[in-house]
């Protein structure tokens, strides 16, 4: 039995983290996106890097500065995000999406600045590729962990998502919760498998809620000897 985070425990796995919001773009000056600061993808990137994977960390626009020994990738929209992603799935051994995509993006995005003429404005969005839903399914060796923003009802919505979208783990974040979500240094999060709950985590610093993520994937890992 290994303990907590061990620093050799994932020596030899290349591990894919996303993290950050998508910013879409509406014309040269203006975009969309949302409130994810970066910081439960950096700590997850930085805490694998700890335990000796190969780490590479695609981003989203965030202020967080690039954690040690990690391999950076700066995008900003969803459809860069999923050619970064899907450009590297086949070297990856451990995939955890904990970014925010945007669910959808401008229909078109305005050449040039969008003049003000009419008392309102009515700006067409269209879905997004599912990023992880697309994983799941091109997915071979690869361990893959998704994440599910929720307000209500997270054990249900949570368990929905993984299975739609064939993750081997879920991070259930009540992100209405005190304590939890997109800004802060801690978090409360609901880890669940296939079968169901795994681990319901008490609040704890996001760096906790990785190493204790990190270790969860290990155990279950097939590349990893136990
Ligand atoms: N995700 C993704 N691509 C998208 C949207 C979401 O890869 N276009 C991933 C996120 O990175 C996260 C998981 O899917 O790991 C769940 O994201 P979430 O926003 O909670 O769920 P959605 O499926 O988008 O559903 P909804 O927002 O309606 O709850
Ligand atoms: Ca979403």
Redesign the pocket.
Known sequence: RHFQGEPGRLKDQRVLV?AGGTLERIDPVRYITNDSSGKMGYAIAEEAVRMGAAVTLVSGPSALPAPNGVEMVRVQS?LDM?EAVLSRLDTSDLVI???????YRPAVVAEQKIKKKSDSLTLELIK??????E?GTLKKHQFVI?????TERLDE?ALD?LN??NCDL?VGNNVSQAGAGFSGDTNVVSIYDRNGLVEALPIQSKKDVARKLLELAADRMPTIAG
């Open positions: 996303t969803a999923r999406k904990a970014a925010a995509v945007a669910d997004n590729p599912d990023i992880l839903q994983i998704g994440f599910a923003a929720e919505h998502k739609r979208k879920i």
